[in-house]
């Protein structure tokens, strides 16, 4: 570049609304969100979470109300997960191998409602249904278990593709769980159920609220080190996301957001496969913090964050605020 002020003005562009607008680079939409909704026993049932302000559990026939409104809202994809009872979890988490089991149920139930109008994503991980809340299998001495929980992995993948999901989403963190899901899904005749791998999970911090939602945060037992990623390590997050794809994955998931963008910017110009990023609920929650003391807009700082995602190249954002984001969105 040669030239220089005053015959280059930066400002110039920026000095009207319609020329803001007209050489803006970046704006998120409505499609591109993902909404995360989670799913209670009962009938006519919402449950605010406490740690996730504005955020319910909502029982299943709410969910297909949800979903309604998502449709309305032009939110293309919703993503659920359940918070079993404690009476159905156990140390194997079998009821997540149940076909009527909670999300299974959300799942007819929103595509009885909805039909083809929305897509909906499913939570392939133990965590939910285990009573030492860990992600899969535990041996003796207490090591979370890679290639039994694999196993398990796949028939929860193929108990929720039967009952209706267009994409299974593996948050677990397992070696190996993308090859075997994508192979059990071939085998089973599920050719179009798309797997959005969790490939760079982080062991964060941001996590707590959401663990309060499925109802898994008082019984975790130790961490989750073992096998999710060190938040130190980038090259290894791209490992695991060169790993994923060469497994099957159709798209890949960065998880917390925006504490790693720079991880979301990495997988899009390494790799330019779909990238997804989870604004996850400790992210939410701060928002919520910061409006309700007076220190952010609310709304402003929302479609900030958002903005930021897809910078940096994601495809989409799952957050808890879709309904709202989307609604500011359409005008």
Same mark, same amino acid.
């Given at each position: 570049m040669t030239a220089s002020y005053p015959n280059i003005r930066m400002r110039r562009t920026r000095a009207s609304a319609w020329s803001r607008n007209l050489h803006r680079e970046t704006q998120p939409r409505a499609a591109d969100l993902i909404w995360p909704l989670f799913v209670t026993e009962g009938k006519d049932v919402e449950e605010p979470i406490a740690s996730l302000p504005g955020v319910s559990r909502w029982s299943v026939d709410h969910i297909t109300r949800r979903a309604k409104e998502a449709i309305e809202a032009d939110i293309p994809c919703i993503a659920l997960f359940p918070n079993t009872p404690p009476a159905l979890r156990s140390e194997d988490g079998a009821e997540a191998l149940s076909p009527d089991n909670l999300m299974c149920r959300a799942i007819r139930a929103v595509r009885d409602a909805c039909g083809q109008d929305i897509g909906i994503l499913t939570d392939v991980a133990l965590d939910p249904y285990t009573?030492?809340?860990?992600?899969?299998?535990?041996?003796?001495?207490?090591?979370?278990?890679?290639?039994?929980?694999?196993?398990?992995?796949?028939? @929860? $993948?193929?108990? @929720? $593709? $039967?009952?209706? %999901?267009?994409?299974? %989403?593996?948050?677990?963190?397992?070696?190996?769980?993308?090859? @075997?899901?994508?192979?059990?899904?071939?085998?089973?005749?599920?050719?179009?159920? @798309?797997?959005? $791998?969790?490939?760079?999970?982080? %062991?964060s911090a941001f996590y707590g609220p959401f663990r309060d939602a499925v109802g898994s945060g008082g019984l975790l037992k130790g961490d989750k080190k073992s096998y999710q990623l060190d938040p130190a390590n980038a090259q290894e997050a791209m490992r695991e996301v060169a790993l994923d794809i060469a497994e099957g994955a159709d798209s890949v998931m960065v998880k917390p957001g925006l504490a790693y963008l720079d991880i979301v910017l990495r997988v899009k110009q390494q790799f330019g496969i779909p990238v997804f990023a989870y604004q996850t609920s400790g992210e939410h929650a701060m928002i919520e913090a910061a409006a309700a003391c007076g220190a952010a807009d609310r709304d402003a700082v929302l479609l900030e964050t958002l903005t930021a995602f897809r910078r940096a190249g994601a495809t989409g954002i799952l957050t808890y605020h879709a309904l709202a984001a989307a609604r500011l969105l359409n005008g």
């Open positions: 009573s030492h809340g860990q992600d899969g299998l535990v041996d003796e001495a207490g090591y979370v278990t890679n290639d039994d929980t694999v196993a398990v992995l796949v028939d @929860q $993948a193929l108990n @929720q $593709a $039967a009952a209706g %999901a267009d994409i299974v %989403a593996p948050s677990d963190m397992m070696d190996g769980r993308i090859r @075997q899901i994508r192979m059990g899904l071939e085998m089973h005749g599920h050719h179009h159920v @798309q797997i959005m $791998a969790y490939a760079a999970k982080f %062991a």
